[in-house]
């Protein structure tokens, strides 16, 4: 009997598929899903082109083309530390891809990452399909949609040894911009992963959508439920002059249409076509003009009424608004004002409190008085939310924030990108150079995240520019002076690390003056109220409906990944819920759902050992054994990075 097409094929199905359709040509049908069976056709006609080995492009060339997809880059990167953080138990890696499959920027597991590189899955290397056969990444780009490829489901046997997970990211005209993918071990690609990465391919498109402005063009922001306003999962159409002419794919959700049923439509013969025999049909709506020097908004709910075509001039054109007016001309279509302000993108949400909120004023006075701030705490407690919340309250609001992550930047791309570079630096540099990210805080906040991973040469640098308050691009040219304010962020102990060498002394006492300490999620003596709070405003307030089960589970869990890792199941539970809202323990990670004990209190036995070196492997063997291999929490255990138990995972056949 064959399987249905949305169920996991087994390894027999999948040799069985592979036999049908590479030694007799017969098409398998559906031993696998449509997507990978239109692939394997299309590969099939280029197979000559798939035999020989892939090669990396020069650092040079690498580094022009993500040039040329700066504005992918700078709203995507965030993103793609986040997911590769949340997924820090499921040892995979978060790829970033351009339009045409060429791998730009990776993160993620550094064990599976050697093992990755084995089969060129590295940056700088062309995954689309004429390269390397069925994949995610090419395959997405192909079939314009979200694609899981498990196992022998890639074309290329040599490939059978990953799991992958990609989908597309798309411009409001429908233009593939990149692709995000999750690639490991096949048993890593878990639904949970599968809805992590789409979720955050969202977000990615929300972000580069409202960064897309042009003269002219309006944005008309919806959603059923008034809460997702101002969230990824509002729907969003470009109007110009009334007409649509670009929409998101929750829009193109919500309206039941394709982008070509919806280009060139009135928006208001749209909204006037909606049904409202099935109760209350209304869509909660803001309106903005994104227009350079021009910018107004306003809220109101939409109830659906006969089909009238009006002028190019209606409410949802929002003309009105940008000659001034605080609402639209005709209120009578719409009731019920209630303005939101916008979720800052791309910041999760935490619940804060008084101990929180008294540093926070604190860091506000030194960042005024032009004082660095040094944030320190574990991964995913929120150093780069407390950045934003001070940039916010400070004297430089207005100014820019810059966040740089130095960890995520390549040593020898780190310079370039921070200071600048003149025209003809080096090869592949801009035709008229760049500027750098010290030169775009100008005015506002640098935040340099994982300070503790700069190189010491860079050290030296910016040391020279918080004394001279001027940068000096690479490649020479004429030193420019800049204002910015600094906030640095880490989770290594820079004390230590100053007094063994591995960081300048001289930058450590400039930057120690004032130091945030964020105490992890598990150590507040109120984090059962406190997640309690953030389940209600992620879960519960958008309709969401948790068991109880599930509610104990969650307040029970430890979160080692602190604010981010609840914030990212949380978003999964919402985006994998069942059609009725509810969220049962069983829709919870494997992780959660295993509950047990509390690690950090486990006894581990190590056995005796002969030397220094046997005995180090056997102890972090048996804290992973205590851990169910989750490695964030083993480290935690033995006190170290969890880079040191990446090196010994890599090391251990």
């Not at 899903?33 to 099939?44: A, G, H, L, N, V």
């Not at 100053?498 to 930058?507: I, K, Q, V, Y």
């Amino acid at each position: 009997m064959n399987p249905s097409r949305n169920a996991e094929p087994s390894a027999d199905q999948l040799q069985l598929a592979r036999r049908l359709f590479f030694e007799r040509g017969d098409d398998p049908g559906a031993l696998v899903p449509d997507p990978i069976r239109r692939s394997w056709k299309r590969c099939i006609a280029t197979n000559d082109a798939l035999d020989g080995a892939a090669e990396p492009l020069p650092r040079d060339a690498l580094f022009s083309r993500r040039d040329a997809q700066g504005r992918l880059r700078h709203h995507a990167l965030p993103e793609l530390e986040a997911l590769a953080e949340a997924l820090v138990p499921s040892r995979v890696i978060v790829l970033l891809a351009d339009p045409e499959g060429m791998i730009l920027d990776a993160a993620g597991s550094d064990a599976f990452m050697s093992k990755a590189q084995r089969v060129a899955l590295m940056p700088g290397v062309d995954w689309s399909e004429r390269s390397r056969g069925t994949n995610a990444i090419g395959t997405a780009l192909t079939e314009g949609c979200a694609v899981t490829v498990v196992g022998s489901q890639h074309y290329l046997e040599r490939n059978a040894a990953l799991g992958c997970t990609g989908t597309p990211l798309l411009a409001p005209d429908g233009s593939v911009m990149g692709v995000l993918d999750v690639s490991g071990d096949p048993r890593c690609i878990q639904p949970h992963t599968v809805g992590l990465v789409r979720m955050a391919g969202q977000m990615i498109e929300h972000r580069i959508a409202l960064d897309l402005r042009s003269p002219g063009t309006e944005i008309l922001r919806f959603a059923h439920e008034p809460a997702l306003l101002g969230s990824h999962r509002e729907a969003l159409l470009w109007l110009r002059d009334g007409i649509v002419v670009g929409a998101n794919r929750a829009a193109l959700r919500v309206l039941g249409m394709t982008l070509d049923q919806l280009r060139e439509r009135y928006v208001e013969d749209l909204f006037a076509a909606l049904p409202t025999s099935t109760g209350d049909s209304s869509l909660q709506l803001r309106a903005h003009l994104l227009q350079p020097g021009r910018h107004a908004s306003w809220s109101a709910r939409w109830v659906p009424a006969p089909a009238t075509r009006q002028a190019a001039s209606t409410p949802l054109s929002a003309t009105g608004a940008v000659a001034g007016a605080a609402a639209p001309p005709d209120a009578s279509a719409f009731a019920a004002p209630a303005a939101a302000p916008d979720a800052a993108p791309g910041v999760p949400p935490i619940i804060g409190d008084a101990a929180r909120d008294a540093q926070l004023a604190r860091a506000v006075r030194v960042l005024d008085s032009n004082i660095p701030i040094l944030i320190t705490g574990e991964s995913g407690v929120g150093k780069e939310v407390f950045a934003r919340q001070v940039h916010r309250a400070s004297l430089r609001a207005k100014g820019p924030f810059v966040a740089v992550n130095c960890a995520a930047v390549p040593e020898g791309l780190i310079e370039a990108e921070l200071f600048g570079y003149e025209e003809g630096a080096f090869t592949g540099a801009r035709r008229r150079g760049q500027a750098g990210l010290v030169r775009e805080a100008d005015g506002g906040v640098l935040f340099l995240d994982e300070i503790g991973d700069m190189p010491l040469s860079l050290q030296a640098r910016l040391l020279r520019v918080l004394q001279d308050r001027e940068v000096k691009p690479l490649g020479g040219g004429r030193a420019q002076a800049v204002d910015f304010a600094l906030i640095c962020a880490t989770h290594r102990k820079l004390g230590a690390m100053a007094a063994e060498g591995s960081f300048r002394t001289d930058l450590y006492y400039r930057l120690q003056h004032f130091t945030v300490e964020l105490p992890a999620l598990r150590a507040l003596p109120d984090r059962h109220a406190r997640i309690d709070e953030l389940l209600r405003d992620m879960l519960l307030r958008r309709g969401f409906r948790l068991s109880p089960q599930a509610r104990d589970a969650l307040l029970a869990h430890d979160w080692p990944g602190n604010w981010r890792q609840l914030v990212a199941v949380c978003q999964t539970l919402a985006a994998l819920a069942a059609p009725d809202g509810r969220i049962e323990r069983a829709d919870l990670p494997e992780e959660l759902r295993r509950g047990g004990a509390d690690v950090d209190d486990a006894v581990v036995h190590v056995p005796a050992a002969a030397d220094l070196r046997s005995l180090t492997a056997s102890a972090i063997d048996a804290a992973l054994s205590a851990c169910g291999g989750n490695v964030s929490r083993a480290a935690r255990m033995l006190g170290v990075h969890r880079s040191t138990l990446y090196r010994h995972t890599t090391r251990t056949p």
